[in-house]
């Protein structure tokens, strides 16, 4: 965090079980190195917007960008996600509700 509202954030990962050797790829990636980053912003003291996006290091190209809008409501969140994966140029919806982790 660099300020009250902001937050930046960047992680590197190397992962052997991928997809290309699980027996269920639900949710897994195909490639082991990733590279993610984003940028969070809160506007509200329970609203917050993200940015994030994943980049293929081993194939060198972008794999997809995740937007967020989080809303807080004590010990459970709200959560809007808007993805878009460059690989096959498709986009999703999704809302989840959950308890907030700790």
Not at 19 to 36: G, M, N, P, V
Not at 58 to 81: E, P, S, V
Request: aromatic share 24%.
């Amino acid at each position: 965090e660099f300020d009250d509202r902001f937050t930046i954030y960047a992680a590197y990962s190397y992962s052997k079980y991928t997809s290309e050797i699980a027996l269920f790829d639900f949710d897994l990636d195909s490639y082991s190195r990733k590279f993610q980053g984003g940028l969070s912003w809160r506007f509200t003291p329970i609203d917050r917007l993200v940015a994030a996006c994943d980049y293929d290091m081993q194939n060198k190209q972008m794999d997809d960008i995740n937007y967020y809008w989080f809303h807080d409501m004590h010990c459970t969140q709200f959560i809007l996600r808007y993805q878009w994966k460059y690989t096959d140029e498709t986009s999703n919806w999704s809302i989840r509700y959950q308890f907030t982790p700790w």
